[in-house]
């Protein structure tokens, strides 16, 4: 079931998402994806490797193209042939497995080179955001170096801290502690955590299944390309109905995960 394409969708910050379909060759990796994020609302997507979890989020801010379907987000029809991209993007925040930070820029610099090309900010304005951004998450002290001088954690949480000084209305988080040492998982969750509590909207592809259960309304479980099953997340982890929910949810539900967050 669509909903229609005229319906107003409830905030700036929501998504919605209907019929969504990406092929690469031959290959469709999407195959009609409904999915619908209120504002101030934590989805975590799951899946096995290769389900389509990545080319999902990449579609909601065309990094890629999707070839059917409509998505709605932070008030702009990114489906739309007209649509502003670059005006859509900086209200939409990504954080990545890898980082992705500049090497050759100082943390400063990677939290503030957007928001003065971007957003027109003054050099003085940029700072003083970025700054404030990076003591909320932990680094304001580490403004000076550069990312090859952090740890994985720390470099994530600057990347987060860049997002987040662009105001987007809506984050999201690609397995965003996948690549990180055990110990440092849990300050990026925990960075997570604080900014769903402050209402930001998120959508977090994730194994971390305590974060999916404590932190996330909503999980969606998706599998070769298919909404298989969604729902609030307790339901969803604690009580899935699928079996293919059921075998995934087996597999990375072993204890170390769990007591890795729990830190
Ligand atoms: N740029 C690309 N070109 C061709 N195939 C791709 C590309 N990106 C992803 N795929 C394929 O799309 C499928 C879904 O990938 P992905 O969205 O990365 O899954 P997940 O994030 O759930 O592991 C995989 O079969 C992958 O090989
Ligand atoms: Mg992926």
Redesign the pocket.
Known sequence: MSAPETAPIATAAGVRITGLRKS??D?E?LKGIDLEVNPGQVVCLI??????????L?CINLL?QPNGGTIEVAGFTATDPDVEVDDMRRHVGMVFQQFNLFPHLTVLGNCTVSQQKVLKRSKAEAQEVALRQLASVGLAELAGRFPGELSGGQQQRVAIARALSMDPQLMLF??PTSALDPETVGDVLAIMRKLAQKGMTMIV?THEMGFARDVADHVVF?DG?VVVEQGVSAQVIGNPQNVRTQDFLRRVLDPTHVEVYDD
Not at 47 to 56: A, C, N, Q, V
Request: proline share 5%.
């Open positions: 690469y060759g290959n990796v899946g096995p490797s290769g389900s389509g979890k990545s080319t999902l990449r890629e690609d397995e592809v998706m390309g």
